[in-house]
């Protein structure tokens, strides 16, 4: 069975500092990623998604996500954080067959600091 | 106009009373899906419908039951509600793919409080 880490349960950033949410999954093939954000007390919001193809995703908002293989990682990326961009982050994996069940991560608690 | 809407978004209620969250989504969408989100914000697949056909069903107490009239909306009725009941409930749709490359679209959320 499939399954997410994200290691990291807090992160503190800066306003304007670059920001690196991590993301690892664990899946005997390519799996499809995927990066969901939450903001207090809202639902989730699609900000990017990997099928196939070219490994650094765009997404909505300035994130970026990179697939690698090796690493077995799909981590997001933005080079200038805002202090909108608090909110809770998601990493999921889906896979191939798998009725579009997708697999959450436990999240990143992302705080900016003005 | 709201993709994924569910109500109410909010309820609190005692244990062992019956509740119903309701879910639409005008998308157009053919699957629907049931999520529940812990306190530690950890978010798990309950139950997802394809068609009016129930295609997941993960570890669900019994006293959990959905309910899809139309490809359109997916109800989630809860019996004898028990204090670990209380979680936010998420509803979210997709256009199927055997692939499972369909991107899911989420709902606001009812946040379920059993006293």
């Known amino acids: 069975a499939q399954s997410v880490t994200q290691p990291d349960i807090h992160i503190t950033v800066s306003e304007g500092a670059s920001l690196e949410l991590r993301c690892n999954y664990s899946?005997?093939?390519?799996?499809?990623l995927f990066w969901y954000v939450q903001s207090p007390g809202q639902g989730l919001q699609l900000l990017l998604k990997?099928?196939?193809?070219?490994?650094l995703v765009q997404g909505i908002k300035g994130f970026e996500a990179e697939f690698k293989r090796s690493q077995s990682s799909f981590n997001l990326r933005k080079p200038s954080v805002h202090w909108s961009d608090a909110a809770e982050y998601f990493c999921a994996v889906g896979t191939p067959g798998g009725g579009n069940k997708l697999t959450f991560g436990t999240g990143t608690q992302l705080k900016v600091e003005l | 106009d709201t993709a994924v809407s569910q109500t109410p978004k909010y309820l609190v209620t005692q244990m062992g009373n019956d509740k119903s969250i309701k879910c639409e989504q005008n998308?157009?969408?053919?699957?629907m899906y049931w999520y529940k989100q812990d306190s530690k914000k950890f978010l798990k697949i309950m139950f997802s419908?394809?068609?009016?056909?129930?295609?997941i069903n993960e570890t669900v107490p019994n006293r959990f039951s959905p309910k899809s009239p139309d490809k359109a909306h997916l109800n989630l009725h809860i019996n004898s509600l028990e204090l670990g009941d209380s979680a936010v409930y998420f509803c979210?749709?997709?256009?199927?793919?055997?692939?499972?490359?369909?991107?899911?679209?989420f709902g606001p959320g009812t946040r379920l409080l059993v006293l």
């Open positions: 899946y005997g093939a390519t799996p499809y």
């Open positions: 998308l157009g969408h053919d699957t």
């Open positions: 990997y099928f196939s193809g070219d490994t």
């Open positions: 979210a749709s997709s256009q199927f793919s055997g692939t499972g490359t369909g991107t899911q679209y």
């Open positions: 419908y394809n068609n009016k056909e129930l295609i």
